[in-house]
């Protein structure tokens, strides 16, 4: 039997990037893209590469698209830290696994390095496959724990939970990651949204403008760490500035939610240095009168357009400097 699971790219609509900093954010994934595993039982544990894993090359000049591409990292040692955690969790749980073996098999579409969870997703999406395979269950809040610890302390990648709360979800969700809670129950207080009242939401992405999380969030975790008066202040207002976006959504109060989104990214724009490739791509949004500010660590942004005419444009003034722009189809399971 082949067990066949997928996941989706994050887009981090409000409180970004608070996550990894006991704030709150609201996310939720979309299905335009989507990374997908196979699994199936063999004698021998095997992990097949793919094209993230590929270490031959015609030629240097390929070697470097593939970086430019792939970053310096595939997705094996992804696949190999999910494995050592999730064997991990049920030797601590005294979970009793089957004795059996199994190849994997992974294919993302995903645009890497965008701030889109890509890699993420490819974990999210293998640990549902060894969850079915050997019959475990782990509960939504405990699945976005195991995903991030793979990131954080097997790969030393600077994240926060809720690119893994969404995927783990797979709705809309309003994340609470209070410093009190998380100590006590060890993770944030999570709501699921109903989308009824979303706004038209747009996503604009290129790939020459990726950054990859570990260059934007390692500077700002040192100087959290230190106590900077300006990153706490920031990291208080971004809280504020979700719970105020929560609000609005319930009121179906789009032209509040413009403006939150705008100063979300203005916010972080103060803080934290912006490549202008990246400020120009938010700038262009902005002209046509949609909102926007970065989906993640940068690369793609997120924001609100008010009909079709808006979008039309908004469409035509971003794909003239080649840059995509989808509908995201929200995933609401």
């Known amino acids: 039997m082949i067990i066949e699971t997928s996941s989706y790219p994050r887009a981090a609509v409000i409180g970004n990037p608070s996550d990894g900093y006991f704030g709150k954010t609201i996310a939720f994934v979309f299905s335009n ?64 696994l089957a004795s059996k073996n199994f190849t994997i098999r992974y294919d993302s579409n995903i645009p890497l390095r965008l701030g889109l969870a890509g890699s993420s997703a490819i974990l999210s999406s293998f640990l549902k496959a060894m969850c079915l395979f050997y019959e475990v269950y782990i509960n939504p809040a405990t699945f976005a724990n195991l995903v991030l610890s793979v990131e954080n302390n097997e790969l030393g990648i600077s994240a926060g939970l809720q690119d893994r709360v969404a995927q783990a979800f797979e709705k809309p969700v309003f994340m609470d990651f209070d410093k009190k809670t998380m100590e006590k129950q060890g993770y944030g207080n999570y709501e699921v949204l109903n989308t009824t009242n979303f706004p038209n939401f747009y996503i604009a992405y290129r790939k020459n403008l990726s950054e990859g999380t570990e260059t934007v969030h390692n500077n700002l975790k040192a100087r959290f760490n230190i106590g900077e008066k300006k990153v706490l202040q920031a990291m208080k207002r971004w809280a504020q500035i979700t719970e105020e976006f929560k609000v609005a959504l319930t009121n179906k109060d789009n032209d509040t939610m413009h403006n939150l ?39 793609a942004i997120i924001g609100t357009y008010k009909d079709e005419i808006m979008f039309s444009k908004l469409k035509g003034t971003l794909n003239d400097h080649n840059i995509e722009v989808i509908k995201p189809n929200i995933v609401n399971n």
Do not use: W
């Open 261 to 299: 989104i705008n100063e979300n990214f203005d916010l972080r724009r103060a803080l934290i240095p912006i490549s202008k490739g990246n400020i120009e791509m938010v700038d262009m949004a902005r002209s046509v009168g949609a909102s926007a500010k970065f989906t993640g660590s940068g690369g």
């Open 33 to 96: 893209f989507v990374a997908r595993v196979q699994l199936y039982q063999t004698p021998e544990l095997e992990i097949k590469p793919q094209r993230l894993d590929i270490t031959s090359y015609p030629n240097m000049q390929a070697l470097v698209e593939d970086i430019n591409f792939a970053g310096y990292y595939g997705g094996m040692r992804l696949l190999k830290g999910m494995i050592k955690v999730f064997f991990e969790y049920c030797q601590t749980n005294n979970i009793q």
